[in-house]
């Protein structure tokens, strides 16, 4: 079915400006369509089907937005607080306009991968109990993490409210001695999304995470290239293996 939109919230919402300022640039005939110069900025255009030129530059529509982002410390994982900085308050305006979400949370001192988008079934699956989407953290534990951890975790074990959790995979990757006790470097792998989770299995075992942050979830990656609180889109084989997620059998 052909879809229907205004030129003026097409072009605002392409990011080529707000509502007022497109509908000056029409005004000002910097916009064609179909090769003619657009005389009303309320004029109802197919988005997909459109040829729209906008000082020299063709718009290409899109209705979703796919971004990774590496979250830093500090920011909520919301889309509105009346207290906080949100993960969303870190995209550019016009990567706002689509209305994008985080899908899941990461607490407000974790840091690492968050994907956001506005694709809500795809968010639905990725965080869907029965998909089991593995989600890998690295952390910084105040306490001496050994063998019997690793067990316990692969086990499952019972966090505060009495919750046994799913197997887990977890590696100790390097210990320090500090003057106040061992600290241990690891990395844990968990199936499941219950809410401060990775903190909350080291507590059952009588530690401490000081420092965690995500490195990747089902088959997303940390690019380790993009500073703290910096994003960048997903590529196409990323959203290709996101979309395997969907689709893969739960049973
Ligand atoms: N587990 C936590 O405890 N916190 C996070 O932010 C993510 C997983």
Known sequence: ?????????????????????VKIAVKQGRVTVDGVRAKDSGMQLDPEKADVVIDGERVVYQDVIYVVLNKPQGVVSATEDS??????????DADRVLKPFPVGRLDKDTEGLLLITNDGALAHDLLSPKKHVPKTYEANVLGDVGEDDIRAFAEGVALDDGYLTMPAQLRIDGKEEREDGVYS???????EGKFHQVKRMFESVGKNVVYLRRVAMGPLRLDETLPLG??????????????????????
Not at 1 to 21: I, Q, T, V
């Open 1 to 21: 079915m052909a879809k229907r939109m205004r030129l003026d919230k097409l072009l605002s919402n392409m990011g080529f400006g707000s509502r007022s300022e």
């Open 83 to 92: 207290r906080d900085r949100t993960v969303i308050d870190l995209l550019a």
């Open 185 to 191: 470097r690891i990395t844990l792998t968990i199936h």
């Open 230 to 251: 910096q994003y960048r889109a997903l590529t196409a084989e990323e959203l290709e293996a996101l979309f395997a997620v969907r689709t893969a059998r739960t049973d």
